[in-house]
């Protein structure tokens, strides 16, 4: 085991055993609650991360990739009472395929253009979902998702679906970090800095930039699945554009140029709007004012901030 992938693992575990500190210290089921989203989101936001920060691509379709992760889990198990454990892969396997059909065209774009194309998928998906009524129960959902069971152990609370999201965030991490400090990542660097000039040194941007759009569309495929069990109810509302947006927000308040800058935006923008709760008319108002002063002062995200530490002792 190398030096970089030591450095991965420590990272992944470190995160974990933050995390279960964290559930015991808070105790109230509602905050940890708030922490399983967070943790879903992560899972999204970090392989939106790869695509934005390293390889310098915008999509605005994650939630349209979430949605078939979620909604495929839902029906397989609810409609056709398929067992969780199959319903996983074939979920993923499904939205890694439309992702990679979507992907093949979509990455020929640049900048605005493939913005537009990945706004299109979602807004598709998104209409599907609410006109599928026999399937998908239409704008009113539908509900009766089974709980997920682990060596018979039920996930039936807060606490319990809490250590497994962030067993898989932890997962997820020490996967990215890995692939961010393979070859895999300096070429996707390369690409980031200079597509024409990472191609003339040998490097296939083309099906390196489709690798990591499918593999971030099959992140939003495993926090969809993740959030349809948790939640046990899914409408197209929850799959929206703004939902991409917030998505899109996330990263770049956080740092697109590194994995914990996902991590990070993403934090403050699922947990801010819980303590804005107390301003009842204005947290909106503050959230956006809040939001706005981040993004000029710290364009480049909020990952890598130095806090200045007083000196102490005599400065003779």
Not at 28 to 36: A, C, E, I
Not at 108 to 129: D, N, S
Request: aromatic share 12%; with cysteine; glycine share 10%.
């Amino acid at each position: 085991m190398n030096s970089l992938l030591k450095t991965s693992y420590a990272k992944a575990c470190l995160t974990f055993i933050f995390s279960i500190i964290l559930m015991v210290t808070l105790r109230n089921p509602y905050y940890v609650g708030v922490l399983v989203f967070l943790g879903i989101y992560i899972i999204i936001t970090t392989g939106l991360s790869l695509l934005m920060g390293y390889t310098g691509q915008i999509s605005l379709g994650q939630a349209a990739f979430f949605g078939i992760g979620a909604y495929t889990t839902g029906i397989l198990t609810t409609k056709l009472h398929m067992p969780i454990i199959l319903s996983f892969p074939l979920s993923f396997i499904l939205t890694v395929i439309i992702a990679f059909i979507v992907g093949i065209p979509t990455l020929r774009l640049k900048g605005h253009y493939l913005a537009m194309a990945t706004l299109g998928l979602g807004e598709i998906v998104h209409i599907v979902f609410n006109e599928l009524l026999s399937l998908t129960g239409g704008p009113s959902g539908f509900g009766n998702i089974p709980l997920i069971k682990i060596f018979g152990i039920e996930l039936d609370n807060d606490f319990k679906y809490y250590i497994f999201v962030w067993a898989i965030v932890s997962f997820i991490l020490f996967l990215s970090l890995n692939i961010v400090h393979s070859r895999i990542g300096r070429a996707l660097k390369a690409i980031h800095k200079g597509e024409i000039t990472a191609s003339t040194i040998g490097i296939n941007t083309a099906r390196l930039k489709l690798y990591i759009f499918v593999l971030g569309a099959g992140y939003a495929s495993v926090a969809g699945f993740l959030y349809a069990h948790y939640i046990t109810f899914l409408s197209p509302g929850t799959f929206s554009l703004r939902f991409s947006i917030l998505l899109v927000t996330m990263v770049a308040v956080g740092g697109m140029e590194n994995i914990w800058g996902a991590v990070i935006g993403t934090s403050v923008l699922t947990v801010l709007p819980e303590y804005l709760r107390f301003f009842k008319d204005f947290d909106i108002l503050i959230y956006g004012i809040i939001l706005m002063a981040i993004m000029l002062t710290r364009p480049e995200g909020l990952y890598g901030i130095k806090i200045p530490l007083k000196r102490t002792g005599n400065n003779g």
